[in-house]
């Protein structure tokens, strides 16, 4: 079975055909999904093993300190991010992924036999070199992982498929920490033990990777560079080449950077201030980590199947919100005995920890899973894995960066509660910056809690707008706010051609000037606005880009449509590109509209009602007569108005 493919003319299944939990019945997904799933799981059954045979084995194995040794394990693992991450990437794009991964998963069996044999010998330099592989095993690994999914999904799949990949890679971190616990505690054979779960794991990961169907590579002509700084430099260059995918890269790695400081910080939370034991601190890992699969899970229903960073800003209010009321559940806590988590959970102080973990968690999937999203779709298909590679040395900096800054604030003084409620002030200086240099995520969350909270919408046809290519969308005008509902709902951008009145309503301006909307006027009011729109239309068509166009001219006073007027003609005569059919119901009679003696916004109406948004077959450019076109729209829209 090959990789997916669109329909030739670009038109995508119905939505419901696309419910995030049968890809995991489907070929081009599922066999990538449990490789993925039980490579993050055995990463973690090693390094916990690990982590806990060092701490209680030290002191008979080597002079160094057992906190030393968990430092240097650390360190072990995430150095290979740094320095192979830029090689890995040009690796993703030469060659054929699905080969690719199989020779990987047996990298990773012999990785696990060598550390079997470490912890056979209790050889901490077998063990440590295992460790680092490791690392280079999931640095390889990586931009494979994330662009190995848009060449197998369609566009309005990548959210859930999103979404599954980071719920159960943090599902799996979370299984892979207890089961390297619990085996390594085993007495008497617990390294032999551990190790050879090391080993069954790797080989089911390998087993698993032979049903990920062909793939094949974006740049097999590529010449390998394997100067992993100049090539590092050129994958950030890549990256920063575009302005989105940059600054989704760096919204990213400060969640990496933000979810460290938190798990880092959780053992010694649990003791010090919760006055839990190990038991409670293995439930907060749980319950954080579950919170980020339940947010996963949660952005396709909320983002209606399309890649919506408008669930970023989204994310990043809930990071802030819970970090702060966490500093306010933590400060009212006072010192008591080790207690378990049955415990724990019995007390109303410590339930309101637990939510405001799971809370976090949840935010951030919402947050980080959008944006990964965004990075796979936005990306030159050629240079895909190196920029995901670049992100992934990004995220490691940052992680390192954490663990610095962490270590600073509470050698300064800061309490664990504290250093909780500054990143979380942080992350919100950090939101706004972000939104300030790339609007579209601030506009597109507005749009989206819209539509999420003042309307109820119905997505009808919406497949027919092509995932690629340019296209005019024809709709009739009921309110102020149609350019802002049609924008939540279509998948792809879009450029409004709208009248320069409405385009300058103070409230609604920041919005519409996001969108890039073309602003208009009457030949009688301003010749040289309407000629510049009809010409920036025409551009933007010539770009394939997606363009609006509301041919009534003007909001409609009485519900009903009024004539179509003939300016789209001038822009098909000079760019002919299809014409998608759209009509707006349910919207005449809401607070937007001027069904009030002819006049909008003087009475709330129509909240939480539910309106619809419906879009025909494509037309030939040469069919888009304003009477047909007029024709078509008033048929699609029906009796409801």
């Not at 066999?31 to 973690?44: I, K, R, S, Y």
């Not at 890649?307 to 802030?320: A, H, K, N, R, Y």
Request: charged content about 15%.
């Amino acid at each position: 079975m090959g990789p997916a493919r669109c329909p030739p003319n670009g038109v995508r299944p119905s939505m419901a055909e696309h419910s995030q939990f049968q890809l995991l019945r489907e070929r081009r997904f599922a066999p990538f999904f449990w490789t993925q799933f039980l490579g993050a799981g055995n990463d973690n059954v090693y390094k916990n093993a690990l982590v806990i045979f060092v701490a209680f084995q030290a002191a008979s194995l080597t002079s160094l300190s057992a906190n030393d040794l968990v430092n240097i394990a650390a360190a072990a693992f995430i150095a290979p991010f740094v320095l192979f991450s830029a090689t890995a990437g040009q690796l993703a794009d030469k060659y054929e992924k699905s080969r690719l991964i199989r020779i990987i998963k047996l990298f990773e069996i012999g990785i696990m036999v060598l550390g079997a044999v470490g912890f056979y010998r209790r050889d901490l330099t077998l063990l440590f070199s295992a460790l680092a592989l490791m690392g280079v095993h999931s640095t390889v690994f990586g931009p494979v992982k994330y662009a190995i999914l848009p060449q197998h999904l369609r566009s309005n799949e990548l959210i859930g498929g999103n979404g599954l990949v980071e719920m159960g890679t943090f599902v799996a971190i979370l299984l892979g920490e207890i089961v390297g616990g619990l085996v390594i505690a085993i007495k008497p054979g617990g390294p032999l033990i551990a190790g050879a779960t090391t080993i069954a794991i790797a080989v089911a990961g390998y087993a698993v990777a032979r049903g990920i169907p062909n793939t094949p590579a974006v740049a097999p002509e590529l010449r390998i560079n394997w100067n992993p700084f100049t090539e590092t430099a050129r994958n950030l260059r890549f990256a920063y080449g575009n302005r989105v995918v940059w600054l989704s890269m760096l919204g990213i790695s400060w969640f990496w950077f933000y979810g460290a400081t938190y798990l880092t910080q959780f053992a010694t939370y649990t003791k010090d201030i919760l006055g839990g034991d190990e038991h409670v601190a293995t439930l907060l890992l749980a319950i954080f980590s579950v919170g980020i699969g339940i947010g996963s899970l949660l952005c396709e229903r909320l983002s209606g199947h399309k890649v919506e960073v408008g669930l970023v800003p989204f994310g990043s209010i809930g990071l802030t919100v819970f970090a702060i009321d966490l500093y306010f559940a933590s400060k009212g806590l006072s010192p008591r005995a080790l207690s378990g988590a049955g415990q724990f959970l019995s007390t109303p102080e410590d339930l309101r920890v637990a939510a405001d973990l799971v809370l976090l968690g949840m935010f951030g999937g919402f947050y980080i899973v959008p944006l990964y999203a965004m990075i796979q779709e936005r990306s030159d298909p050629a240079y895909r894995s190196r920029i995901i590679a670049a992100n992934n040395i990004l995220n490691a900096l940052f992680m390192v960066a954490s663990a610095g800054i962490a270590l600073g604030l509470l050698k300064a003084g800061l309490t664990i509660p504290q250093l909780f409620l500054a990143t979380g002030l942080m992350n919100a200086v950090v939101a706004l910056y972000i939104y300030f240099l790339v609007p579209e995520f601030l506009m597109r969350f507005l749009a989206w809690l819209l539509v999420h909270s003042v309307y109820r919408v119905d997505e009808q046809g919406l497949e027919q707008v092509p995932e690629q290519g340019a296209c005019v969308i024809v709709c009739n005008h009921v309110s102020f706010v149609d350019p802002v509902v049609i924008a939540a709902c279509v998948r792809r951008p879009v450029r409004f051609v709208m009248d320069h009145r409405i385009f300058a309503i103070p409230l609604l301006h920041f919005i519409f000037r996001t969108m890039r909307a073309i602003p208009i006027a009457p030949a009688r009011e301003d010749p040289a606005l309407k000629e510049r729109a009809f010409s920036e239309a025409a551009d933007a068509l010539a770009a394939g880009e997606i363009v609006c166009i509301f041919p009534e001219g003007r909001i409609t006073d009485t519900g009903e449509l009024n004539a179509f007027r003939p300016g789209l003609q001038r822009i098909l005569e000079r760019t002919p590109v299809p014409v998608v059919p759209m009509a707006l119901r349910g919207l005449w009679g809401s607070f937007f509209s001027r069904s009030c003696q002819g006049r909008a916004m003087r009475r709330l109406r129509g909240l939480f009602s539910r309106i619809a948004v419906v879009a025909g077959p494509p037309l030939a450019p040469e069919r888009a007569t304003p009477e047909t076109l007029q024709q078509v729209v008033l048929a699609l829209r029906g009796n409801w108005r």
